[in-house]
């Protein structure tokens, strides 16, 4: 199984969450599910500070399996990333990848949990 798959497999499980808001004075209700990464990059634009597809461009560029090879390839896997896989997990995950970027900050990444360089 893909890696892609198995992150889609889990938005799958736990998308069905929605909200919802009554508006009683015109007899409507107004559902909404959880944002996807590319609903956010949509929604907030390309401004950096704003983009949350930048944690998507983190894990295609840097994310790989044991042995080295990117784990994560490919126009189709970004956007079953972007579209089908819940964004708090590729956040996270870029968020931990970007902890390493500074050599100082890999200490502060293995106290959370990620691994160190391996040889």
């Known amino acids: 199984m893909r890696a ?3 992150l889609i497999a889990h938005w799958a499980a ?6 919802r808001f009554k ?6 209700t107004v559902y909404w599910g ?6 956010k990059d949509q929604v907030f634009g390309t ?3 704003l983009r949350q597809r930048t944690f998507l461009d983190i894990v295609m560029v840097k994310a790989q399996d044991g042995e080295g090879k990117p784990l994560f390839q490919g126009d189709v896997e970004r956007d079953e990333l ?3 896989v819940d964004p708090a997990v590729v956040e996270r995950l870029g968020h931990k990848i970007m902890a390493c970027l500074d050599a100082d900050l890999v200490a502060a ?7 160190g360089p391996k040889a």
């Open 4 to 6: 892609v798959d198995k």
């Open 14 to 19: 736990t998308r069905l969450k929605r909200w």
């Open 23 to 28: 508006l009683p004075d015109i007899d409507l």
């Open 34 to 39: 959880p944002w996807t990464l590319g609903e």
């Open 47 to 49: 401004d950096p500070r």
């Open 82 to 84: 972007a579209s089908m």
């Open 109 to 115: 990444a293995d106290e959370e949990g990620a691994e």
